[in-house]
């Protein structure tokens, strides 16, 4: 800092989550991308922007607007009114939420029980303070955990405990003594945050068995669990797709966050939250948790844009509220993608007999997804932002560390690659970065 | 509630704003409204939606997008990217506000000092996020008090001190003194939070000398000022309208949060903040407290939709970036309602010699503001939620009790009347009864 430079604050005058690695490591990774604009990005989790269409936007709204004339009976001022004015804080495409979810996913939603949220991270952001009512309270996530969900606990001072994932996409055992060491600590576990399916970063999916024990486990410990499904419906065809959790929940144990930027547009900003718990009140008056919810919207951001919502619904109802067979064309994409990516690093890291895995220094490794957009790749050497500096600058390539999903500062030695922005030609150069960085690294570290 | 009705969660396990009377409140004052929804609101603060239009919706994101083509030259892939893509989570019509507030109120801004927030809801929830550092903190508010503000404390759970408006719009006595209380108690006043121009809900303004004075005493105190300014465009023809206390503000004393709701949309949910103070991060970087407000931004709603801000955007083009210019129509219709209104209070509770006023016993009363949408009528008895119940079930009349404005719960005698959302004749209609109401309350407590 200059001494000429004027300061009015510092930043330790400030709320503690500004000088939290989760918020300013976010700001880090953005900033990488700017400064190597000309880098092949395996980092971005947007999704696949080639079918967007701004006159799509137009027709979504106006197709949205015959649906609250034509379909639901409102005079012209009413629809007017509805779209442009001030509204009601739980939103206005509940009911065709309640349909996309009954057609593909299983789930049997009340649109009451539906709040609307500007963007899947404000759903989080409600229910995290929602349930922190004090400093006993206490969030389980499941490690690598999601940076949204973490940054929205600081911003509620919720502490995040890890729970392990495994192989399985969550460790019961270690979710067990999770709960069981924070009430011996007298902390009050409020919940566990997981991705059932093609989590990010870590790209595992659970299967139907584990998923009905991991409701067996939560009813028997009285806890909630918290499902996001951003990425469910993009499965490869190579077998069926695995029920939501929300969809088995038979004891209201689930609150399901649900997306529509990658099914539909990250720039409308809406998505959603499914929060059916009855939640008892003032004089015995019960209703769903998603009315608190709402009072907590009212005060962060009222109510979602409805002009955001008719985009959506407009998209919905052109698609018998459908988005699997709306994303036919993304989703093989994707699919498309995934395969090129895995089938590239076998061929640049083919197995090597004549140097065996050593637990101190393994052979480059990767998981293969059954969907989704991410795929983790393990090195023999410790992954942080200042190679990640230099793989933009010296190599032409960005990928995202692992260390920064998980809540510590323990070296990891990982990093994520995401398919969902890039063509095969571009996950070709990548890739041949990437492979170049690596072998680079391991001869430094060797030499 | 019934033994039988299932129960998963109490409000006593949840966050404290849940049961907090500011939250639940607002949740009444929406619930009446839907009770009677054949009564004449004089209640809600919505803007007049005549001229709202969907056609018009349409036309100001084809503006905007020609715009990001034709003069910014952006490819159209790239136009595309920016408004149906994640983007930049300070927003992407900073430079259209900062000429906005070149053109209407001479403040000099530079755009990267601007956050694009859902709402101003959002922008007064950023700030409070980021000026509650811990228990230590308090905000100061100029009482009555908008109900979003304390709403928005409350989630961040940051204690309101009311400061005395008195009838110049904020007792600079009374600022001092609550500013010395909280310090020598041992705590920070952070801010003093206030709406000078027609408040909501005292319809006051502060002139032009107090305002300096304000800025001096806020120097002294080392004190931000948050200033609030949803309805400065809607003065009468009466006289000059002041400036806005940033366009004074030469110490980077003020952080302004900005509205389109009622200027262009509610329904576009786009608002601001402008953020200069300089703010030293760790290593000594020194940037704007936009910077930091953003990365909170990012953990709550990511960014605000491009399309919506499109359509705010694209109004603000079409207009020379004036919404002074936009708003002659409204602007003369919220004036011709704010004289009829106050004309009819006259006609309806004419001084009468023959009942002087007591102190314990006043007549009935109103402020006659100079712009704005609200109006303050004084009444000789306590105006309660059961009386606004009432008024809507038997008189046919809705209003808001002012005592939702004031942190405690201390008796109220008066209430807030809105003319934004009603014709001439909906405002004889409820005038009628509103004094049918005031005559029979009156008789009431002299019987």
Known sequence: MSAAEPVDLTVADLHPALGDPTLTSMNFLNEVSERYPAAVSLAAGRPYEEFFDLAAVHRHLDTFHRHLVDDLGHRPEQARRLLLQYGRTKGIVHHLI???????????????????????????????????????????????????????????????WPVAGGSAGVDLADLAAQVH?????????????????????????IDTAHRQRLLDLAAQEDLLLL??????????????????????????????????AKTVLPGARVGYVIADQRVAGPGGRVGPLADQLAMIKSMVTVNTSPIAQAVIGGRLLEHGCSLVAANTRERSAYTRNLRHLVAGLARRFPALPDQPDQPDRPAVRWTVPAGGFFVVVTVPFPVDDALLDRSGRDYGVLWTPMAHFYDDTEPVRAL????????????????????ALITDEVTRLAG
Chains 1, 2 share one sequence.
Do not use: W
């Not at 499902?227 to 939501?244: A, I, Q, V």
């Open 416 to 435: 994520r690659l995401s398919v969902s922005a890039v063509t095969p030609e571009q996950i070709d150069v990548g890739l041949d970065r990437l492979a």
């Open 181 to 205: 060491r924070a009430r011996a600590a007298g902390l009050r576990p409020r919940a566990c945050y997981l991705m059932p399916d093609f989590a990010n970063p870590s790209g595992l999916s």
């Open 98 to 160: 309640a349909r996309n979810l009954a057609a593909d996913e299983g789930i049997t939603v009340d649109p009451e029980d539906v709040v609307v949220t500007v963007g899947c991270q404000e759903a989080m952001f409600l229910v995290l303070r929602a349930l922190r009512a004090g400093p006993a309270d206490v969030l389980l996530a499941v490690a690598p955990t999601y940076v949204g969900l973490t940054g929205a606990a600081r911003l509620v001072d919720l502490p995040v």
């Open 227 to 260: 499902e996001d499904n951003p990425y469910g419906l993009f499965h490869s065809d190579d077998g069926p797709r695995p029920p939501t959790l929300k969809a088995l929940d038979t004891g209201r144990r689930v609150v399901y966050l649900g997306s529509f």
